[in-house]
């Protein structure tokens, strides 16, 4: 089975700062990655599909990279609302779908 | 509007069972490869079940043979069967639409529920 693994866990950032959160799949999974955001009490929210692809209605700021087994997030410009958790989930295995263990973006 | 709502979460026994129902509006559960996602308290996200457009099934290896996902096209709604619950199935449990356009699925989840919690517990 493909492991996702993500990192950081958890980390703090400031309104304003760029962030970058990484997921790494264990084999190669070639651009089938997706990217979720999650608030508490709140189901995940689709942000960006085929590792790069931007969901219809997600700002800008969010962007996605990476192929094969390295994978980034990034923020451009934190807003208040997007501290959450952020959580990466690969399709490649088909029919089978993996997510990270998740990444906490906490207010510094 | 594209929405899904979900029913039937609650407190059951460690070995009893319970049904979830997954209600779709805006789209057609049939046309769709439609899952359950799970959530246990404090965790992650952790996929279970998967129904595709063709009927075809597949589940997660922690609920292979106790877990039957279903749909009833008439009433456009996704659903879960779970028997010989465990304490460990203690989760908010999500459906979750993975869009399929002309013929290929997106990969990702577009479309989700609020989530139901189920309680496997004495």
């Known amino acids: 089975a493909i492991r996702m693994t993500q990192s950081p866990s958890s980390f703090s950032a400031s309104t304003g700062d760029r962030v970058t959160i990484t997921c790494r799949a264990s084999q190669g999974i070639s651009s089938y990655l997706a990217w979720y955001q999650q608030k508490p009490g709140k189901a995940p929210k689709l942000l960006i599909y085929a590792a790069s692809t931007l969901q219809s209605g997600v700002p800008s700021r969010f962007s996605g990279s990476g192929s094969g087994t390295d994978f980034t997030l990034t923020i451009s410009c934190l807003q208040s609302e997007d501290f959450a958790t952020y959580y990466c989930?690969?399709?490649?295995?088909?029919?089978?779908?993996?997510f990270g263990q998740g990444t906490k973006l906490e207010i510094k | 509007e594209v929405q899904l709502v979900e029913s039937g979460g609650g407190l059951v026994q460690p070995g009893g069972s319970l049904r979830l129902s997954c209600a779709a509006s805006g789209f057609t559960v049939s046309s769709n490869y439609m899952s359950w996602v799970r959530q246990a308290p404090g965790k992650g996200l952790e996929w279970v079940s998967v129904i595709y457009s063709g009927g075809s099934t597949y589940y997660a290896d922690s609920v292979k043979g106790r877990f039957t996902i279903s749909r009833d096209n008439s009433k456009n709604t996704l659903y879960l069967q779970m028997n010989s619950l465990r304490a460990e199935d203690t989760a908010v449990y999500y459906c979750a639409r993975d869009p399929l356009d002309s013929g290929s699925r997106l990969g990702a989840f577009d479309i989700w529920g609020q989530g139901t919690m189920v309680t496997v517990s004495s």
């Open positions: 989930q690969q399709y490649y295995s088909y029919p089978l779908y993996t």
